[in-house]
């Protein structure tokens, strides 16, 4: 269990809406972004603030003070394909009496963009796909519309220890993710057939990969979009032609 400080200087920064959503923020999944080791006992919080974006990340207190740190006026998160671990968990969802393949993507170390106006706290990486193709999430009701160019590879039983893998390229060719997937029943047959996967990206709350626990995932999905911490969008998904002799 982690237990959150926050400077004077941090509190003064935020104000009083940012803090109120600073304390909203589950860490139960995160990590340090100094040790890479998971978030438990005093976390403290770092705020880095320059002309357009301030970014919030936590450290466990042996590894750093809660503390502001001023950036030039070119200061800009870091994005995606830049290297944020991520978890991806799978799942055949109802959207609007269609079951629909999701892929659900959650950033290990917890890192977010406050919005100047209301101390709104966004999910990084999330507030970075909001200006690649994806559209904030509010409800499950039906499919969020295609990211243009976005896809998906599927590379069955060729994970690092032979399990489903998965990449998938943003619009510019850029590595959003790369790692092992663990598919449930009926996914494949459900992305076949569409010849897309609805993807996720958020603040959603430390999902199991591993469990297939569709109720679950539908939860947490939804939990995240009241919230406004959800963003969406199709991206194309296939498996890699095989290879011609």
Known sequence: MADLHMSPEVRALLGSEGLARAAEVSLTSGQCVVCDRPLAGAVNMVVRTGGTFTHVVYVHDRCGPSRVIQMGDDFAPAEPADGYAMTMTAAVLDHGGADLPVLVAE??????????????????????????????VTRLRQAPPQAAEWIGVLLLGHGPAGEDGLLVLDSDGGQFYTGAVDLPDGWLTQAACYGWAVLYVGNVGGLDPTTRDAKATARALRTAAQ????????IAVGTPEPAQT
């Open 227 to 234: 919230a406004g911490q959800l963003v969406g969008a199709r």
């Open 107 to 136: 950033t290990v170390g917890k890192a977010y963009v406050v919005n100047d106006g209301s101390g709104e706290l966004t999910n990084v990486v999330a507030s970075h796909l909001l200006g690649n193709g994806f559209h904030l």
